[in-house]
């Protein structure tokens, strides 16, 4: 909690996000659409509804993210989520933050270091060790990467829906802000400094849209990092966490018959939470 | 989720609890206040307030439940939460749900046996054959328990703020609502039934207040008991669980220089979450 | 544990895994070398030395396997392990086990439904649709999966160190037993059965090596498959869990100083563990 | 693992522990009897066996011990344990170590500030404050509890066998090693001083028997303490770690029909692990 005393938490940020699918036939979805409160930041206000609604139950994962299970019904489904957030106005910036040894890593944060379905880190040590030559290891070194990904890998909006890997990313040369952040913390991996997909909101993010960037651990502690974005501006709004796409999907649907045929995004400067 | 399914979702309850502290130096507290959406209850709409706001870090303790931390400051300090929830209109009777031998109890629910700070259940083995003689093993006993701990010991809202252990509330022979739990749920794990207590809500108590009841693991599942209330009325709220009051503490300070000036709630029946 | 209790638990197992290792700088290491007692296996003896001894940290990891963190010294360093294990003489078959519909899985089997490093669940929907067309949901699906696997990319042991992917697998057309076992776990779960990666010893085995193979979730429960092995002979010592090669590996470096010099592998019958 | 390069490794120890029970009717049982390898000790070799055998599951509880489930058969029913298992000379010793304010301790640490069972810590604030009086906040608070339980709490092996309350070993004014230690954690956590209690071996104990001690919180670290012995000699095995007794039994029987007609305890000091 040392860190949190001495944080500059004066903005609260507005969120919306709603779905809406038609459904020919009833299925399962399971969903991360729930901000949880932690160190980052807190959750004053939030609601989350279902149109109709149908039974739903909520669990907890491995990486600590509130998921949501429900089973559709045939149909026009809405789900509708909004939250009021208290958050950092920036995040942290860590220059000269230490690589950490392997052998000093907490625990939990081991599984950060391994390849998976869409970072394929175990293919991407050649090219790293290019990228970071000459930095001092740890922090500068993720922001190497970061900055590498931000001037090669020209960041498309829009350009893909199905998520595609860091390999396939680097043959395709652009992408998504998903696949910026895949590549980059592949590249992380690869020279054994942990790193993590975050999903969340950006304040300010045109065209508006959920946003995803990743985080590394150097230093003793995360920082955050955004290989689509010149600078650290706006605040986030973290909704999940995990090794990457594979783990952190707003909603994950099981069975062929579901449309989504619209989604709205939006993030509101606040000047205070609604009374 | 196959009881999701077959359960009657169709009541709304709007909750409210707002506590008022008066601060000598700053104090570290530990809350649960806010109630998690699961299998029998979904949190639609939530807002939780401090003023001042001050850094507040959020975790997930040993039993699931959503706990804050916090530094308060001097002088006034107020925290007020509400929630819109989903929730059955009454919990389900099991009358008949076996016994559920030791040795087939899933590995989660055997530390709910073991005796607890507030519940001496090494002390209670010969009172609670006395109580369940010739009841079906299983849910019936656990009722006959409940039955026994209402019509011995009458509930005083009120009448004690510390908590007591089972043996004291015997002998006090009075008790509020968290002491009648106390007391029944040591019973019931003196006969190998595992048992927890629950603090939340409860539609249409008199006088208003959180309330305390406890849950017993019979024929595969968790049953809801109340020793306090004669009848099943009213739609409830859990906002945490725990093997008793130790572990589920609506607030926990640490340190002498806290005063709680006043405590408000409230539960009123929704048509329908706000809009 | 009603299923411990019909269980044939008639053999015993004794297995040795020795590695030898050539450091050139210290390296950390991540070996996953102790098979865990549990539900299905009972490890009565154990030994795991370390030559020479290096302080060494042991943790549980997320899916429940124990691991052990050491930095090596420079020279040579040996790991020896050894476990007397009672087992079931063949794995349970399960013909006609039903496919569990997404709603009803537990919330802990869902990771194996996602895609993963060397599962690409996600790109073989079209081949496992033709796969299993005719077969009744669940085991039987399963099964014909493992059967299709076994008879169009042929075993070959030692025919390759470094994993790859089930895409890669599938291009490549033969692979060691855990390339087979990805390229069905991969099938598995792209029509939503959960499937997992074991690592562990096969009696009998030829040539005696670690092997892996790998369970999916029909009928309420794990079932063994392995794709690699025409007949259910032999009895098994599962050493760890994981959705792939990415999550389970024996031994994980962080360093290039390190070889691999010798690694010796048995399993034998046993009368009895020795007293 | 920084402190465990620094810490000395030198020394193995050879434990046992033996139960024989005789037994009217089948009777489940919860064990906590094999130690895990962890930061402080490593388990080199180890058996654990049953005469006659029977199904077994083991589960890591929520304390991260690792427990044995059973159903033992009528007659006699023999628990046979033996480990090798490397461990610090002596314990570490933390004078001067701070305070940890409560808003900086870990999440997982908090519920060891919590009264439990047989540590009432909610009622001995006022003994522990003048007990205390005038030491250095931290581990020189905690060594005066210690030595002060130690030289007005005779430890008196064998004078109980049903574990009694830190308010009863008060009045009783002696006790086991387990009542000093619940006392000494009862008045550590009282003053916001997390203590866990841990039961394992100790080298040279008389009689030789099984032991219990305990550790707290201070200084960023968990330190040892032992109310019952007057230096700091001999090697220790620690089995388990929890809030007191109600977490950390041996054994836990469920029924009436078992006896415990015999145990042996051993602990030998090694020049190596056994080849």
């Given amino acids: 909690m040392q860190k949190l005393a001495e944080r500059n938490w004066?903005?609260?940020?507005?969120?919306?996000?709603?779905?809406?699918?038609?459904?020919?036939?009833?299925?399962?979805?399971?969903?991360?659409?729930?901000?949880r409160s932690g160190a980052f930041q807190w959750v004053a206000r939030e609601s989350y509804t279902l149109a109709p609604h149908v039974p739903v139950e909520e669990y907890t994962d491995i990486f600590g993210n509130l998921c949501q299970r429900l089973v559709t019904r045939v149909g026009n489904f809405t789900i509708a989520t909004s939250a009021e957030v208290m958050t950092p106005e920036c995040f942290d910036f860590g220059w000269g933050a230490p690589f950490v040894n392997v052998q000093f890593l907490p625990d939990s944060v081991l599984t950060f270091l391994l390849p998976s379905r869409y970072c394929e880190s175990d293919r991407f040590g050649d090219l790293a060790q290019e990228i970071v030559g000459g930095c001092l290891p740890g922090y500068n070194q993720v922001a190497a990467i970061a900055s590498w990904v931000r001037s090669r890998v020209p960041y498309v909006p829009g350009s893909s829906f199905m998520p595609i890997s860091a390999l396939e990313v680097k043959d395709q040369g652009q992408g998504v802000c998903r696949d910026l952040a895949h590549l980059a913390i592949a590249l992380c991996r690869s020279i054994s400094i942990p790193a993590r997909l975050v999903v969340g909101y950006l304040q300010g993010l045109t065209p508006m849209d959920l946003h995803a960037w990743f985080e590394a651990y150097v230093g003793g502690r995360w920082y955050t990092f955004d290989p689509t974005q010149e600078e650290n501006f706006g605040g986030r709004v973290a909704i999940a966490y995990g090794r990457d796409a594979a783990d952190v999907s707003i909603f994950h649907q099981f069975g062929p018959g579901i449309r989504l045929s619209n989604m709205q995004v939006s993030v509101a400067l606040l000047q205070k939470p609604s009374a």
């Fill in 10 to 35: 004066g903005m609260w940020l507005g969120t919306n996000c709603q779905l809406d699918f038609e459904l020919e036939v009833p299925t399962p979805l399971v969903l991360m659409l729930r901000p």
